[in-house]
């Protein structure tokens, strides 16, 4: 297992280097909220082990990381959404 | 194996996200795309483990994302570094309690390098915390922006450093007490972090918000090893990788190196300081007269063809973005052609300028980053500076032992005239003295650019 996600972590930073080095400087603030959204991944390891263990004080550890991912998450892709629909909004106008 | 090309599935959404960021006509279905395949992350997840019926595991989830979304609705956009800073705190130490909640499921015997993730994951997690707390504080006056060097040598770091490795691999294998190695290094990546967020002053916080957000990737990628999800692996590595990036980005374009940043070594000596302060008192009147060539400006602007405006950070703090867009459209209306310099650190995250100039609706297509439009000050009839010193000052070329020196700036001084709309003559962040401003070809207006440019509105 060990080997398989070391791999897995060697193709998904170079994948990432490739592309995000293409992304223009005009969009690295909505780049960095949207990366910062995906940070919060680790919600997904906050739900395994709440859904999997049931003592007290595993529950409220994993529990307070739930609510700090899931603010993470939805936070991050909603600034995102909103900094990327002023940019939108001024695409539509010139296509007017 | 399945669990791998599941998270292959997965990343592969994510992928698309970014390579839709390529563009700002594809950025927010991108965006969408990402928030689509997050989501679905979390339901699969859920059901894996079989927490659909699970109450209390959806009351946090509720309860933190509806957090989430208040937060994002409310903040402005000259708060987004903040905004940022304190997400990537939150996702550092969700990822630093995943991994020690994680650690108690560990059985007996289990992996050398599972107790050596978990204790990776907390440290990196917590010291992530800790520094966007203290960087999202400074960013918004909670405490004062100037950098604070609490370990003048970086000695104290260094220890810190070693005495965390120790306990990191006393943690590997010495298991039995697994509690204390976790409180031990809370407390020492804790204090790391503070010391490293106090030491960044203003105009750097760009390279420590983007150091952060890739600590935060990092967190949650060695999280993944511990409980080992290879989405978390592979995702975290990604978001680590653009957070180097733009770190590296921000570097070069102050001409500093990481660890210069780190180091809080950013100001001139005090001494010097104290110099140009008494040197702006002595010459008040000089820029009294200054001013008072009010009336040339007009004509400038009559005669001028090509513009360019350079927009700098004091801009946003004076909130004059909407005073821009109205001199841009006043311009454009008068038939002229008018470009907008962005320097790469204008601003305290990178492309917080586009940002904030995107807010009041204008075209991202005038946006030119400094690569661009550097060639094309010889010929342009004027400049406006509105807000922006360091990123101007002809000094950077020559000024040898400066903290700008070699910082390649936006050559405005090659422009036929320049108009600046500083706040003051007092030197930019980096403590030294603007030569722009005495240059033959430059018009100076002191003051609040919310009031300023509203004057250069009215002459054109």
């Given amino acids: 297992m060990l080997f398989a996600l070391i791999i ?69 892709f909603w600034v995102t959404d909103r900094m990327l629909k002023m940019f939108d909004s001024s695409v539509r106008r010139k296509n007017k | 194996m399945s669990v791998i090309i599941i998270a292959a599935i997965f990343i592969v959404g994510f992928i698309l996200q970014i390579r839709l960021m390529q563009s ?127 370990d003048e040598s970086g000695k104290l770091q260094q220890i810190l450093l070693l005495i965390a490795a120790v306990l990191v691999l006393l943690s590997t294998f010495i298991t039995g007490i697994y509690t204390v190695w976790v409180i031990l290094l809370i407390i020492i990546a804790a204090v790391y972090g503070v010391i490293m967020a106090l030491r960044v002053g203003g105009a750097d916080m760009p390279v420590v918000i983007s150091l952060l957000n890739s600590f935060s990737g990092v967190a949650a990628s060695i999280t993944g090893f511990a409980v080992e999800d290879p989405l978390l692996v592979g995702v975290g590595a990604v978001v680590g990788v653009s957070g180097l990036i733009l770190t590296r980005i921000m570097c070069r374009a102050m001409n500093r190196s990481l660890s210069a940043v780190l180091t809080g070594m950013t100001t001139v000596s005090n001494s010097k300081k104290a110099e140009n302060l008494t040197h702006v008192s002595n010459s008040l009147e000089e820029v009294h007269e200054k001013k008072t060539r009010g009336t040339d400006i007009g004509k400038i602007i009559n005669l001028s063809k090509k513009v360019i405006i350079v927009p700098g950070y004091g801009m946003a703090v004076a909130q004059a973005q909407g005073k821009v867009k109205d001199l841009i459209d006043c311009m454009e209306k008068a038939g002229k052609q008018v470009k907008i310099g962005i320097h790469p650190v204008a601003g305290r995250m990178p492309g917080h300028m586009n940002v904030l100039l995107a807010e009041v609706g204008i075209d991202y297509d005038k946006l030119y980053d400094m690569d661009t439009i550097n060639p094309e000050f010889e010929n342009t009839d004027l400049t406006i500076v509105i807000g922006a010193c360091d990123v101007v000052n002809p000094s950077a070329n020559t000024a040898e032992g400066t903290p700008i020196y070699g910082m390649p700036i936006l050559e405005v001084e090659k422009s036929k005239n320049v108009i600046v709309c500083n706040l003051d003559e007092k030197p930019g962040y980096s403590g030294v003295e603007n030569t722009l401003y005495s240059m033959e070809n430059v018009i100076t207006i002191w003051g609040n650019a919310s009031e300023t440019v509203p004057t250069i509105t009215e002459a054109c």
């Fill in chain 2, 24 to 150: 700002p006509k594809t950025a927010l279905l991108g965006n969408r795309i990402g928030a689509a395949f997050m989501g679905a992350a979390i339901i699969y997840t859920i059901i894996a483990y079989g927490g659909m019926g699970n109450a209390s595991l959806w009351l946090w989830l509720v309860i933190g994302g509806f957090a989430g979304v208040s937060l994002g609705h409310v903040v402005k956009m000259i708060q987004m570094p903040q905004m940022v800073g304190m997400l990537n705190g939150f996702g550092g130490v969700a990822s630093a309690l995943v991994a020690i909640a994680g650690s108690s499921l560990f059985v007996s015997g289990a992996s050398w390098y599972l107790w050596l993730t978990a204790s990776l994951a907390l440290s990196v997690g917590v010291l992530t915390f800790t520094g966007s707390m203290v960087a999202a504080m400074k960013l918004q006056g909670i405490i004062s922006g100037k950098p604070v060097n609490l």
């Fill in chain 1, 8 to 76: 897995f972590l060697v193709a998904c930073a170079i994948l990432g280097y490739r592309i995000i080095s293409s992304v223009p400087s005009l969009l690295h603030t909505p780049l960095m909220s949207g990366m910062n959204a995906l940070s919060g991944i680790t919600v997904l390891g906050a739900i395994a082990v709440f859904a999997t263990v049931d003592s007290g004080i595993v529950q409220f550890l994993s529990g307070a990381a739930l609510v700090l991912a899931m603010i993470n998450v939805v936070g991050g």
